[in-house]
């Protein structure tokens, strides 16, 4: 039997209310962001988490960190539901589990140096001050690629790339065992976007960390992840290890997403899905399989029942009526 999973999500739930009338007190509907989602991710592995712009990707990140509660389900970490942790509990666990934010402009405090952005979390769980604290300061940012005199420098004076870098050393700084990357590289250019995913795995090689990596770049995706999960209205839809998802993918709209990612040759042509319409609404979305109304190859029972997410062979989850019958 296997090693127990460092974090296992079960039948994770976010509905955010709908309010109206007088002192808005009326809820009349909810967006189902997240809507009964499970997953497990490894000691030291990578699962990269996919899908289009508000499909629930980044709300699953802070559920897990618990940035925002959820409205059911579990989050299991090392053997205890954290949502059923106190407020103290939960304070101290944070060292474990770290997020790297999407816009390193906008997470960053500016009115702060870059030592005390870093040295702040190592001050909160009382693990370094002082000396000893600018001392590890200086430390993690050489380890991120930037310079020790960088720490008496302001965010403002800084690129994006080197803000990310400096969002990486702020992670570090308490040696946590999971980081959540919540899109992490979709605000650098391209050039820098390789060069922080680098980091990312040379950091994950010497520290043993574990990836959430939240992206819609499937290309990113592919080259960090060591499985991935694809996300649609609030759903996983597929998940398996990244080779078996790139070379053989069974879900209509893994299919379509992958048709999308350009080939950097002009000479090679490759046969796009195009999907019609556009996503629908997760105030009110579709009765039976969510994608039924864009999926090209839906068919009666799509529109009236629910297909369940299971395990079609090794280890290649799948939630298709279609997959399933085959």
């Known amino acids: 039997m296997g090693a127990a999973p460092l974090l296992e999500v079960k039948d994770l739930v976010k509905h955010f209310p709908i309010y109206k009338g007088w002192l808005m007190q009326k809820q009349i509907g909810s967006v189902k962001a997240v809507d009964g989602i499970s997953f497990a991710i490894n000691r030291g592995e990578t699962l990269g988490l996919v899908g289009e712009s508000g499909c629930g990707k980044s709300t699953t990140g802070r559920l897990i960190l ?72 200086r430390e993690l940012l050489e380890v991120v690629g930037l310079a020790s005199y960088h720490a008496r420098r302001y965010p403002h004076e800084f690129s994006g790339g080197q803000r990310q870098r400096i969002g990486v050393a702020r992670a570090l700084a308490v040696n946590p065992k999971i980081i959540i990357c919540d899109e992490p590289v979709s605000a650098l250019d391209v050039s820098i976007q ?37 996300m649609y209205l609030g759903k996983i839809v597929e998940l398996t290890d990244k080779n078996s998802l790139y070379d053989n993918p069974l879900h209509p709209y893994t299919k379509a997403l992958l048709s999308a ?66």
């Open 194 to 230: 390789a060069q922080v995913v680098n980091l990312l795995q040379d950091l994950q090689k010497e520290y043993g960390l574990t990836f959430l990596f939240i992206a819609h770049d499937l290309s990113v995706v592919k080259h960090i992840s060591d499985r991935v999960a694809v």
């Open 66 to 137: 618990r940035l925002i509660e959820a409205t059911s389900g579990e989050v299991w970490f090392e053997g205890q539901n954290i949502l059923n942790l106190g407020r103290e509990e939960m304070r101290e666990l944070r060292r474990d589990m770290q997020i790297i934010f999407q816009d390193p402009y906008a997470s960053l405090n500016p009115r702060m140096t870059v030592g005390d952005i870093i040295g702040e979390p190592l001050r909160i769980h009382g693990i370094a001050r002082g000396a000893e604290k600018e001392k590890r300061v």
């Open 261 to 326: 990612i350009p080939i950097p040759d002009p000479t090679l042509e490759r046969e796009r899905t195009l999907l019609e319409g556009d996503v629908p609404s997760p105030i009110n979305p579709p009765s039976g399989c969510r994608f039924h109304t864009r999926c090209p190859v839906a068919e009666e029972i799509c529109k009236h029942q629910e297909p369940v997410f299971e395990d079609v062979g090794g280890g290649h989850y799948v939630a298709c009526h279609l997959v399933q019958r085959k």
